[in-house]
């Protein structure tokens, strides 16, 4: 397999909060013959607010961002399903209107930068998938998971559609072909799709927990052994809330989450010690010794 090159953008919430899906990240990387290129000079990408607020701007920042990686000769990589969303959407945008994408190379051009279009956005999941290949990926299996794993996509990795193109919303299938292909089952359950509850914690938590709990139990009473998810935002509900979820439902659920990238590093033979599974609160200890 040939050596595939991305411009990586981890995204605020890796770099600060949940920086073990980073680091994760950047180790089943060196191992997969993934090259990780930084991106010193991106800002934010604007979280799906900025849009709200001010779509020029928004627009502006976005398309900086893909400057920088066109002039770099690459794709990007994202393990932000957020960043993921508001780029891909920007992106969209960008291509469908060739006057908007003028305007916006207009400011770009202030700061010495211009965009033409082409560069692509992805994450991690898809880079596994399609890119690594299946494959390849079970290639580099030495510690098989054996263990039932209950995929959660987040929203923002499945919609907007027509912006990100690769899964379908309703029937997504990659992220329980990347489990099958680290040797583990797959648990299917009505939730896998649906929102955790972050988008819902700043304005009414007592709802955003009692969503959290409730697509843990359903996991759960289909047979999960853990969950995995591709979104930081969606590993922060699931697991940091779940004491809180606990409390709402009234019962245990002792539900250990994985980042994609951690669970990609345990069946590949790289040491629990270095994928950052001590920061999470929900310990994965029983699963993994």
């Not at 040939?2 to 949940?18: D, F, R």
């Not at 976005?62 to 000769?73: D, L, Q």
């Not at 930068?113 to 580099?140: C, F, M, P, R």
């Amino acid at each position: 397999m040939s050596v595939l090159k991305y411009a990586y953008y981890p995204g605020c919430a890796s770099k600060a909060i949940t920086k073990e899906a980073n680091d994760s990240t950047r180790l089943i990387a060196a191992e997969l013959g993934i090259e990780l290129h930084d991106m010193p000079k991106a800002n934010c990408c604007g979280a799906g607010l900025l849009a709200e607020y001010d779509y020029n701007l928004y627009l502006a920042l976005n398309a900086r961002i893909f400057a920088e990686a066109e002039a770099m000769g690459m794709d990007i990589m994202t393990i932000c399903s957020t960043c993921l969303m508001v780029m891909s959407t920007a992106n969209r945008d960008l291509r469908a209107n060739p006057a908007l994408l003028d305007r916006t190379n207009e400011v770009l051009a202030k700061a010495g930068l211009h965009y033409s279009g082409k560069v692509q956005i992805k994450q991690l999941l898809w880079v596994l998938a399609e890119n690594v290949g299946l494959e390849n990926l079970k290639k580099k299996v030495t510690r098989p998971l054996n263990m039932k794993v209950a995929p959660f996509y987040g929203c923002h990795s499945l919609r907007p559609s027509d912006a990100l193109g690769f899964d379908d919303p309703a029937k997504p299938w990659s992220l329980e072909a990347v489990i099958k292909a680290l040797g583990g089952e797959a648990v299917e359950y009505k939730g896998k799709t649906k929102c955790c509850g972050f988008q819902v914690d700043l304005v009414t938590e007592e709802t955003a927990v009692r969503m959290t709990g409730t697509r843990l139990l359903d996991g759960k009473t289909n047979g999960a052994d853990c969950f995995v998810t591709p979104c930081p935002f969606c590993h922060i509900n699931l697991d940091n809330y779940q004491g809180l979820a606990e409390k709402s439902l009234e019962t245990k659920i002792d539900m250990p989450v994985f980042h994609l990238a951690q669970l990609v590093g345990l069946a590949i033979g790289l040491n629990p010690d270095d994928l950052g599974l001590s920061r999470h609160l929900v310990s994965p200890e029983r699963l993994i010794r």
